[in-house]
């Protein structure tokens, strides 16, 4: 039989899931959070992925998230709609440095987070695996172009070392933004009555880099990929692997 | 002679500093700087302390300001108005995280940038020399009690922990700005054709944990305190040691 993972973590069939199309869209996290509860008691699960950010509480064995679609997830920031290869700058900043000074953004989508995230180091050109904004190459000569384009300006009126400047800006705005939604779920854990020095925090995804980092500024002291666990492969599919492991158990084998 | 340091970072004599009060107010600066300047060819200061941050590039052995008053150093990114001690919350964030969610703050003066700083231990109560909001002591549940009044709220509405939060939202804020600053005063260093990778950071004041967290972000590698330079008491009138050294210069002793 055929089954779909819902926003409860429940798998239903087909005919259930047709029946309310909500609760089975965008549902890959309560997959990966299902199995990640069943490691950990207690935990902050941080899925950063090429798109979006989710951020999944797990508390006493249990995934305890308090928005169950998106736009309630986005209130409760337990999804931040920033990436780490495909987001539009200027979505994310809206002024860049500029010689001394700041200089408002286009709001063309003439460069993305796998840009900056390149340029800084933390991804390869092999991880850069989606479409880039002019749709051009994934070189870092193609990346500090684009980026250079987003105060309108180009590589002749940018040098290199000024155009990694503007990247670094973006970059700790992109680090401050999930900062801020991982202290607000741990505002809401703490108002639960629980003890946050007890809570682990398990990064998945490519842009597991800007979950460790946020989460050591929030406090988090043990932080874990999933990765160090499962591998790399079954990191690379671990919606898919958590799904079919939630089969295999409902099925009891 | 009585001697007053401009803001060229030159001595002058009494006549000539009333004739241009201007250019001997708020030159404290100038005078550390100058010094600074003495000790490290390519370098950028930073000096913060209870009410605000100033940053002075030093470039080729020569002190590099953009500006010259207080309001052309707020333009240029040379001085924030955000110290380590006596800066009013509702000046730095507009929000705080509150329960899962975030609460606007009063404007009232009801905690400072001290409270912060002694709540996540970046301080001690002893560094603590200002006036406190609300006149009390400085002891941590003096500074959690008034830390939970900027959204309007006390400590049987928020217990310490979920006060901790909001100290590390605020936290995180105060680096960001001195990060932007940073960020700001590299790019006009670059723009004057220099390389930043020759550039240290020197720090100085009570400060000095912040400055050199923004500066690890903004890329530089090699910072220092002048405490480790000239020692902890010089440290902390470092200001008049270095008018005083100028003033001997100057009657060349």
Redesign the interface.
Known sequence: SRFYVNVEGKLISYMEAIKKPLNVAAANWAASAWLISKKFDNCVFIDIGSTSTTIVPIVDGKVSV?GFTDPEKLV??ELVYLGALRTNICSIVSEV??????ARVSSEKFALSGDVCLILNKISVEDYATETADGRGRSLRECLDRLSRVPCADNEIL?D??I??IA??IY?TMV?KI??AL??????I??LGY??NGFKVCTAGLGSFLAKEAAL???FKDIIDISSIYGRKISQVFPAYAAALMALERLGK
């Open positions: 308090k409760y920031g440095p500029y010689k001394g000074l700041f040098n070392s000024e990694v400047e670094r800006y700790e401050f900062f801020k202290i607000q779920v741990r505002t809401r703490l108002s003890d946050l500024r929030a406090g």
